[in-house]
Every structure is written in C-alpha cells, then in structure tokens.
C-alpha cells in the first residue's frame, strides 16, 4: 500500500513569523524557545526543533468537518520552517519515536476507526486501516498529550 505523510501547510503560519509577542497574543499564539530536544515537535516540518530554535505554540484545526469529530488543539511550528514535509512510503522519526493516536476518517470527517500504538508500528497501522476504503485519510496525534501530529493519505 502507497501512502505519504505530511505535515502542515507552511502557508497559514508564515504570517505569523516574526511578530512581536503582543501581536501572536492576539492571534491566540505564544513564542517559546526549545529546551530539549525530543519535546518540541514541528507540525509543518516533521522534525523535533533543536534546543534554543524558536517555535510558535498555537491552537490549530486539524479536523474542521461539520461532524461530532470536528476537533482542534495545541500544536507547535517552528519559525524557521520553510516547507511542508511530505514523506512517501515511510514513517518520519519524529513520529517513530513516540506513542500515538491514529484514527482513520472519511471524506465526510466521520471515524470509523482508531488506535493507540508505539510509533514503530505506524507503518502496519496505516496499512491495516487502509484496507477500510471507507478511511479517506488517518490523523495521527502524539497520544499522551493529544496534540495532532501529522496526516496519512493514500498515494
């Protein structure tokens, strides 16, 4: 089975980069700064940043469908993301290395299935919940704090 993961479009944020702390307040944002790396996962980028890079902090609206589904939450980006990761046929380490949600919706934005797995075990996931053609696209969130991760689509 092909399929890609990706990030978050670049395009919605790149207004932001860069704004002094009053306007990202009023843009329901903050800045902060890496302490540790893992622990500060680019949503655009699909890497971890590096201790000392600069991320937003932000709510973002993963799944915007009119269903009981629809959903949202923290996610960070990292100012100096300049493009959208999109990996074919293989599972980015940030996700690997991490436990995780996955749940599989439909073109409409209903679930019809979910899990949770080590990151490991994506690669299998994706696979088995692709064999439901009902499933249009999985979202995969980082499971103990729930935040959205990343997005898997058929190839």
């Known amino acids: 089975m092909e399929y890609i993961v990706s990030g978050l479009p670049l395009a919605p944020f790149e207004p932001l980069f860069g704004l002094g702390d009053a306007a990202l307040r009023a843009h329901g944002a903050v800045r902060i700064r890496a302490d540790a790396r893992p622990g500060f996962p680019c949503r655009i980028t699909l890497e971890d940043a590096a201790p000392g890079?600069?991320?937003?902090?932000?709510h973002w609206q993963h799944q915007p469908a009119a269903t009981p589904y629809r959903s949202g939450g923290p996610i960070f980006v990292r100012e100096g993301a300049r493009a959208t990761?999109?990996?074919?046929?293989?599972?980015?380490?940030?996700?690997?290395?991490?436990?995780?949600?996955?749940?599989?919706?439909?073109?409409?934005?209903?679930m019809h299935d979910a899990d949770v797995l080590e990151g490991t075990q994506l690669e299998t996931a994706i696979e088995r919940f692709f064999?439901?053609?009902?499933?249009?696209?999985?979202?995969?969130?980082?499971?103990?704090?729930?935040?959205y991760a990343c997005r898997s689509d058929r190839a």
């Open 53 to 58: 890079e600069s991320l937003l902090l932000l």
């Open 85 to 110: 990761a999109r990996v074919r046929n293989a599972i980015p380490p940030q996700q690997r290395e991490r436990l995780l949600s996955v749940r599989g919706y439909d073109a409409d934005g209903w």
């Open 131 to 147: 064999q439901d053609p009902r499933i249009a696209c999985l979202h995969v969130h980082n499971a103990r704090r729930g935040c």
